[in-house]
């Protein structure tokens, strides 16, 4: 046998035995295994699960939103987990497990819930109906916007205009309503004469289209324009803040001051979120109270708080208390007398 047959059949020999073995590791194996698994615990119960997240109608599910099942892997594998899908939701995870016994395997949700109510999970449609409960909360509402609602404020010390003194005002939701940047901004009309424009974006932010100032009060003797910004964050902690978008304003002459022209903006910090307020004898739920610095920077200098105020929003009614520092002491309280949400 020459060289070269020799080597041929050395070569064929060493891919032989690489076949084979890669045959052998196959074999084994097997080229995709799924594992197997059930979702009883020891006693032969549903295993326990833990829900994670709050679930609120109309609120996109996020990665705070998630569910830990315990499962009993029999066999190694791939593996598929997933809930069905109820109320606009579902749960799902996949992956590969190397060993058995029992895992806790975190289930992702998805989608947007529809309705405030429970629903009962059922995961990979078992036949012991193996699963959990889901409860989604009611949407929180801190803007009634249905036509016709009514409001009534009282100013304390009396505000005064160019009638005398002014004692109380109301606010009507009226037939005007205007869209801007996508939002749908209804009109909030006032017996003084003022317009004001709110919308409601997503579940939790809460818009104005108007000055940076305080609620139904104005402190500027001129503002050059409009401006778009979050007056309410519904989902913030204690401490959150944020602030509107600067315009030019003029200041001074309505306090008796030599008018100064510059540029304003409003810090908005969140003082208390959902904790009971009492205003007027009686107390309200879910109160989220607001504080608002009102900012102003004079051309060519820098900026300073000009006042500060609190504004208290109670759910499915909207602001029912306002508390103004005026410049060189005292306040303007605004609470609300009445209300009437169709």
Known sequence: MNKSLQYILGICLLLFAFVACQKETSFEFGPNPIASYSFLDATGN??????????QMDSVLTDSNYVVINVQFNSVGKYLISSDTL???????????TTTG?????????????????????????????????????????LPKTLSSTWSFQYKPALIGSSGNIDSFAVIVSLSSITYNGKDYAEFATTLGDNYYFAKEGVYNYWEYGYPDFDYAGIFDKVDDFVEYIYLKANQPAG????????????????????IVGTTKSVFTVINAKKPYTIAGKTFSNVI?????????????????????T???AKD?????????????????????????K
Not at 87 to 97: A, L, Y
């Open 240 to 259: 959150s803040t944020w602030e509107s978008p600067a315009i030019g304003a003029t200041y001074g002459a309505a306090f008796g001051l030599t008018p």
């Open 102 to 142: 029992p895992k806790q395997i975190k289930l992702k949700g998805a989608g947007t819930p529809i309705l405030p109510i429970t629903n009962g999970f059922v995961l990979n449609q078992n036949t012991n109906g193996c699963g959990f409960n889901i409860t989604v909360l009611p949407a929180d509402n801190y």
């Open 46 to 55: 549903c295993a326990s699960n833990t829900i994670n997240g709050f679930f």
């Open 317 to 341: 009614i909207g602001l029912i208390d306002q508390i103004i520092n005026l410049p060189g002491g005292g306040t303007e309280n605004i609470p609300i007398l009445r209300w009437d949400i």
């Open 311 to 313: 504004a208290m929003y």
């Open 87 to 97: 109320n606009g939701m579902w749960f799902v995870d996949s992956g590969f497990v």
């Open 289 to 309: 109270t607001v504080k608002r610095d009102i900012m102003f920077k004079p051309t060519g200098g820098t900026y300073v708080k000009l006042m500060d105020g």
